[in-house]
């Protein structure tokens, strides 16, 4: 058996001790009080039960919860109770003697219960109780006669349970209209003596739930399920070292739980977060199993180091660091294992990380170990991943009309080389192959590769979790598989984890705990760019129709097996012979001691760690072209080793002082450490494909070794104190002092400070009239907060090896690359933020608005130097920007009766970006972005696309160079000449805003939720047009270039078809960019938990299975597989497609089982 009580049980437990201060018949009364002051408890003569606990309760500073019906009318044999002992001990002396026992359910908090024979003897005996049981309902009557007595005919049996499944202990069970009733025990089973005459109603209530009133009929088994009373909920909300009810937060955090996680199974935590809180735009990299996916909270602060968040896994900071293939350590992180996850988003919650705050703080709560009793949990699900798309690709008969007509416009663009004679070919003679043509020059293939290529994707995941413990401790052991296949064929990710969690009262002031968790992830990856950029997804888009994937006697067929064409091989090919592995074992621990000083004062001291090693296996065979064929085939092993440690203490001081002021105070320390090894050997020249990577003593041209290492350290003083007056009116102050050996000599420490007021409207007593407004609330908070993710050593002189010519043979020297600044600092970003929250109707209806400001000051940034410095560049503060946005969410209870629920959940965020401030005003280009001034960072850049010169711009056409059927460019300077000059911002990837629809639906057993997102406002830049619509006649195309340019359809995007060598353009430009806002089926989920009558017959204590289909639809204007691709590997990527892998549709069926 085990108790599992809920924070909103809690909150309940906590109103019903308000109320029963009030002296009504008819309540159900509970003692819930903690008194500050210490007092000695000698049993020396007969006392009530109820006043011992109350006393032992002001003597150890601790919670007892129990009903007064069990303890009201039991005197204590006398004797003496020893107050040196644990609390346990003495509560073992005084119940079991009584037939009763207790439950440690929460961190001080002990709750008193009876076996089932005493209580059914407690309502059988009805003058032994101390109060009315309730009659549940704002509506109900009570007879006025409490000891109208009833005939007793049978017995009622049967559990009851929480919204969850788990057994829901100290229900009110009663027959209405009478006295009669009992109470739920420890595993949520009750029985209780009902007339067999007359239709008796059960009805049954608790505290956080609403009542509900059961017609039992002729059965004999009545198990119900309590429904959760939304306007009595109190939600706690972790924040930094420490946790707060939600009423009390005066910053901008928001959260996920584990239940809302589990609708939406992912692979990884960033996967899980998408869509669930306003301000946290989730953009993925790839479709590929356990495809990276890139966050972002309140857009992007920093324009040269890392827009990451900071991870926080149960107090261990997770370092932002890049292993391999941009992968951070929260890819690591088993999403089964969470609890819940808080996002602190403005300075008042995110300053107390103070320099590693200014994007956003992640607080990860993994699941612990349960009391009273053991418990299993087995979650599983198995899914089918599909391609929802395929590209408009040409066919054999499609691509080789368009060879044809790149020919004969050959002479057009070329007259020079036409003149030749030998410099084109006419196709038609090429076509006499007879292994890919028949006699007459037809095709024998019409391959389409993407049918070839893409897989439907078998993917299973697998969670068993065991939990157990008592008063004096709880255990907690976790293990997860998942194996999960892509949609593209040789991709696929393992993954195994386990964790193991612990935490003990050793004395009654002293508690230690702790958590260990391990995974092992494997997977192979075929979207890696290669060498001549060549993945299996791009040869996908450009592989020849006109070839199979193997010719009959199993050779693999090529690209360059038709004449004059680009020798890229066929995907499946590269998938089989470009081996792409990379293992990640990950340990992740901590341990903890929490000593109790004095009333109210706590002192944690934690440690914890964080070691990853990752190995990268590469080969690349003997004979892919434009990958490894040049170099006989090449095999490189790379390792890396990452190790950190942090070591933290503080103090925690809770008091309340006269109902009217609350204080809440904290000081704390921490030192880390951090370092990273990696080594590289390669080596090239193979004799066969044997050896690969597994032997590197094969290859008979080995590689110069690479390695590198980095180390740096933190120290840290933290301090923050919340202070209430009368429950109304709130304040907060958070600074932190952080030193850092990343930063120059003069300014290794910087203070990072934040305040905050909140003001609880509602508990004014000027709206105690107005009954629709449940909830009110506004808060303002502004602070300062850091980004130190820069590299370890920019603040000193940096030496370089260098290879020198002496008298014909190489030496290697060292010198100085780069120059020392003794005075580089933090990037800081000032952040100001106004938030309201509002509850109607009972709290069915909540709307919380955010307005905020950021500004990113002291941006780390590389100045131009003079020529005579010697170097051409330092690291300096010298860059800003901003970010200014409004998130607005709103979620409500629609329809709420008996057997059906509908809630809905709307949120939107809209972010506003741009850049103030950078070094000497000039744009910094990455690729196809620029950075400038007054502009959203990672602007996309390009030429203006204006259309195809027609036959009537001739003479015009021939000032640039061009003629009729070219590419038509903007002259933006107006000069004659189209060049780079001419190049200006062309779009953007970053949206406008982003959000979420989602809406629930529950009817009885049943649950069906259809969960929409949508983005507008940004653009995807597809640079596989260059590719795949630009080269024709070398590869294959996008249908696309069958509305190409002719003097019959000048009214096209698409230049005149002509041969490679005749010219064609590889710019950035507008046609290439496309409005890729979107709308999207991200979930539709329907499940059905059983009643607890199957579960029960099924020895377990819950049973639910569910269907989904993920990523059901997308709506969008974007021609591409998915319209949110960020896969350029710049850090302002989101918006850049190239040779993207397709995200997939999921079909999948899971099983939840608890025993």
């Known amino acids: 058996m085990h108790l599992n009580l809920s924070a909103r049980q809690w909150v309940g437990i906590g109103l019903v001790c308000i109320t029963q201060s009030y002296p009504v018949a008819h309540s159900q009364t509970l003692a819930f009080a903690a008194m500050p002051a210490k007092q000695s408890v000698s049993v020396r003569q007969e006392m009530k039960l109820k006043n011992v606990l109350l006393d032992l309760q002001r003597h150890y500073s601790v919670e007892i919860v129990f009903e007064d019906r069990l303890v009201g009318s039991i005197n204590v044999i006398p004797g003496a109770l020893n107050l040196n002992d644990p609390i346990e001990k003495n509560l073992d002396l005084l119940l079991k003697q009584n037939g009763l026992r207790f439950k440690k359910t929460r961190k001080n908090t002990y709750v008193i219960t009876g076996d089932k024979s005493k209580s059914q003897e407690a309502v059988k005996d009805e003058k032994k109780e101390s109060a009315f049981l309730p009659e549940p309902g704002d509506n109900q009557q009570v007879v006025t006669d409490p000891t109208a007595a009833i005939d007793v005919d049978k017995t009622i049996r049967g559990k009851v349970t929480d919204e969850g499944g788990s057994g829901l202990p100290g229900v009110s069970v009663v027959v209405k209209g009478t006295q009669r009733g009992t109470s739920t025990v420890a595993d949520g089973t009750y029985q209780l003596d009902v007339p067999d005459e007359g239709q008796p109603i059960l009805v049954f209530s608790f505290v956080g739930y609403k009542s509900q009133e059961v017609n039992p009929g002729n059965r004999t088994d009545v198990h119900v399920s309590m429904t959760p009373d939304e306007s009595s909920l109190e939600e706690i909300v972790v924040v930094g070292y420490g946790a707060v009810k939600k009423s009390d937060l005066t910053g901008a955090v928001g959260t996920v739980k584990a239940e809302v996680l589990q609708e939406r199974p992912a692979s990884s935590l960033n996967q899980g977060l998408s869509g669930r809180i306003t301000g946290v735009n989730v953009s993925s990299n790839s479709g590929r199993p356990g495809g990276r996916a890139n966050i972002r909270i309140r857009g992007a602060s ?42 602190l988003k403005d300075a008042s919650s995110t300053a107390i990380y103070g320099a590693r705050g200014a994007n956003g703080v992640i607080m990860v709560t993994t699941k612990r170990g349960t009391a009273n009793g053991g418990r299993v949990t087995y979650d599983s699900d198995f899914s089918i991943g599909i391609a929802p798309k395929k590209l408009d690709l040409l066919n054999a008969k499609e691509f080789l009309a368009v060879e044809d007509l790149a020919y004969q416009n050959a002479a057009k663009y070329d007259p020079a080389g036409w003149a030749l004679g030998t410099k084109y070919v006419d196709p038609k003679t090429k076509r006499t192959n007879p292994k890919l043509f028949d006699a007459q020059g037809n095709p024998l293939y019409d391959t389409d590769w993407q049918k070839e290529t893409f897989q439907k994707a078998f993917t299973q995941n697998h969670q068993l979790g065991f939990t157990n413990g008592s008063e004096k401790g709880t255990y907690g052991a976790f293990i997860n598989y998942r194996n999960e296949n892509g949609i593209v064929k040789e991709s696929w990710q393992k993954r195994f984890s386990g964790r193991f969690v612990f935490d003990t009262q050793i004395k009654s002031w002293l508690k230690v705990g702790g958590s260990l968790g391990y995974t092992d992830q494997n997977e192979k990856q075929v979207d890696q760019l290669g060498g001549g950029g060549i993945t299996t997804m791009r040869q996908v888009l450009e592989a020849l129709p006109i070839i199979p994937a193997k010719y009959p006697d199993g050779t693999w067929a090529s690209n360059r097996d038709y004449p004059g064409m680009e020798g890229g091989d066929n995907p499946l090919r590269v998938g089989k012979e470009r081996l792409y592995f990379l293992r990640t074992q990950t340990m992740l621990g901590n341990m903890y001691s929490q000593i109790r000083l004095a009333d109210g004062l706590e002192f944690k001291t934690t440690i914890g760690t964080n070691v990853i090693n990752q190995r990268l296996d590469y080969y690349g065979g003997k004979a892919l072209q434009y990958i490894s064929a040049s170099q006989n085939g090449a095999a490189s092993v790379t390792n890396n080793r990452f190790n950190s440690w942090q070591f933290e203490n503080y103090l925690t001081y809770n008091k309340e002082f006269a109902k009217i002021h609350s204080l809440n105070a904290l000081l704390g320390l921490s030192w880390q450490h951090i370092d990273r090894f990696e080594n590289v050997a390669s080596t090239q020249n193979f004799g066969d494909d044997y050896f690969q990577f597994y032997n590197l003593g094969a290859g008979a041209s080995p590689q110069a070794p690479a390695s590198s290492g980095t180390a740096y350290g933190l120290n840290s003083y933290f301090a923050r104190v919340n202070y209430g007056l009368l429950n109304k009116y709130l304040v907060t102050f958070t600074g932190r002092v952080d030193g850092s050996s990343k930063f120059g000599a003069a300014n290794q420490y910087a203070f990072f400070p934040s305040a905050a007021l909140a003001w609880r409207v509602t508990e004014e007593s000027f709206m105690q009239g107005i009954p629709a407004i449940s909830n009110l609330k506004l808060r303002t908070s502004y602070g300062v907060t850091g980004n130190s993710e820069i590299a370890a050593y920019r603040a000193l002189a940096g030496m370089a090896s260098y290879d020198v010519i002496f008298g014909g043979s190489r030496n290697i020297g060292i010198g100085v690359s780069r120059m020392a600044n003794a005075n580089l600092q933090w990037e800081k970003t000032h952040q100001f933020d106004f938030g309201l929250e509002l509850g109607l109707f009972s709290n069915r209806v909540n709307f919380e608005l955010d307005l905020y400001r950021r500004k990113a000051v002291d941006m780390l940034l590389d100045a131009p130097l003079p020529l005579s410095s010697g ?26 009766t008996a057997n059906f629920t509908w809630s809905t959940t709307f949120n939107i965020s809209v972010n506003k970006n741009k850049v103030l401030a950078l070094s000497g005003g000039s744009d910094i280009y990455s690729g196809a972005t620029v950075i400038r001034v007054g502009e959203p960072v990672g602007s996309m850049f390009g030429r203006v696309h204006l259309g195809i010169w027609g036959t009537s711009e001739v003479e015009e056409a021939k000032r640039y160079n061009s003629r009729p059927g070219d590419v038509k460019y903007l002259d933006l300077n107006n000069d004659g000449v189209i060049n780079d000059n001419d190049r200006t911002i062309i ?67 698409i230049a005149q078809v002509r041969p490679i060598a005749a010219g064609y353009t590889t710019n950035n430009d507008t046609h290439k960019v496309s409005d890729a806002s979107f709308i999207r089926g991200r979930n539709l989920l329907l499940a059905y938990t059983f009643p607890v009558k199957v579960s029960n017959k099924l020895k377990l204590d819950r049973l639910r299975v569910y269907g989904s289909v993920q990523n059901f639809f997308v709506a969008t204007k974007y021609f591409g597989f998915d319209p949110e691709v960020s896969n350029s590997g710049s850090p302002f990527d989101q918006g850049f497609g190239l040779y993207d892998y397709p995200k997939p549709r999921v079909f999948m069926l899971g099983l939840n089982i608890g025993l």
Not at 320 to 340: C, E, F, K, M, W
Not at 875 to 890: D, L, P
Request: net charge negative.
């Open 987 to 1053: 779009g953007k990837g970053i949206p406008d805003g982003f959000g979420t629809f989602l809406n629930t639906f529950q009817y009885k057993a049943f649950s069906l939720t259809v969960d929409l997102q949508y983005m507008y406002g940004n653009d995807v830049l597809d640079r596989s047009i260059h590719s795949a619509e630009d080269r024709q006649g070398i590869a294959n195309s996008y249908k696309t270039v069958l509305n190409a340019w002719t003097e019959t359809n000048q009214n096209t995007p």
């Open 302 to 343: 920093s324009v040269s180091v890392s827009n990451n968040p900071l991870y926080v896994i149960d107090g261990v900071i997770l370092n932002s660091v890049d292993l391999q293939n941009g992968s951070t350590p929260i890819d690591y992180i088993n999403p089964n294992d969470i609890a819940s996850i808080e996002v």
């Open 871 to 896: 170097y051409p560049s330092i690291t300096t503060n010298i860059g800003s920007m901003e970010n200014k946005g409004i998130e607005f969410a709103v979620n409500s209870t629609n329809i709420k």
